[in-house]
């Protein structure tokens, strides 16, 4: 099923989502919690430059102003210039760090500094340098929510930008190189993320996307942009992670336990290098 809806009621339903299977791999306990890790600071230039690439941008507010927000003075400047740049009603008599996600909540735009929107557009300028990327967005839909079911489980998913054929995720990151990026992808679990929502994409159309592809956009000087797509070793281990977690949420939703990390009593360590160590005994030099 394909629903348009805001990204606050995907949000809001109840089916799992990639986000939430990840964090279940991580531990059941981990879910049950809810504790993404994401910082939100972060997040917003992230979520701006989607904005400005998949829907043209328009929900990006920038901050240009340098004035205090100290003094009683400074703090009905503000709330005046909240109300009249943006009609955001801020009792700005509250904690500073409440200011921004309020307009954020009653504009449904998200509040960047003057320095993150220049950042923000030099980044899309570096996306139109780049024909393939440009293309792969061509008759796509952006942020529509497929909601079906994958092995006995409801799952929903919202991609960047997907047609019948192919799927597109644009990623910020630090660094867009390939090696760079393929750490990015192991670390943050992308080909689970490919292998979830081509699951539900195959279940909804009967089969497998032709190509799943991602943009990859530095945040910083030059702002490169590359696309890349996943080798056949990475999808691979991107299915069997998601359906080994799915089958791990239904014992959990059977049983009604959500453990954390096992004990273990035979730890492997990653060894960088390996020492020799010499130990005097009775018998004579030991090497270990």
Known sequence: MILTISNSEYH????LSNSQLK???????HLICGHSGINPNNARVGTSYHAIVLEGGKDCI???????????????WWADYFNGEFGATVDTTQKVEFWFPEIERQTGKTIVSAEEKNAIDQMYFSYLDNQEAVDLLE??????????????????SRPD????SRIVDVKTCEDASERGFARACAKFGYHRQEAFYSLIHYVEYGDWPQSFKFIAQEKTPPYPCVVYELDDEAKENGIWL????LE??????????????PNNDSLRIPIYEKQTF???????LVSL
């Not at 998601?242 to 977690?245: I, T």
């Open 12 to 15: 809001a339903r109840s089916e």
């Open 23 to 29: 964090l279940f791999g991580k531990s059941p306990a």
């Open 62 to 76: 920038a901050i240009t102003e340098k004035r205090g927000r100290s003094s009683k003075d400074d703090r009905k």
């Open 139 to 156: 008759d796509t839909e952006p942020e529509l929510s497929l909601v079906n079911s994958i092995n006995g489980v409801d799952c929903r």
């Open 161 to 164: 930008a997907h047609n019948r």
């Open 242 to 245: 998601v359906e080994r977690d």
């Open 248 to 261: 791990r949420y239904k014992e959990c939703l059977e049983s009604g336990e959500w453990p954390s990390y």
């Open 278 to 284: 010499d130990i005097i005994t009775e018998s004579g």
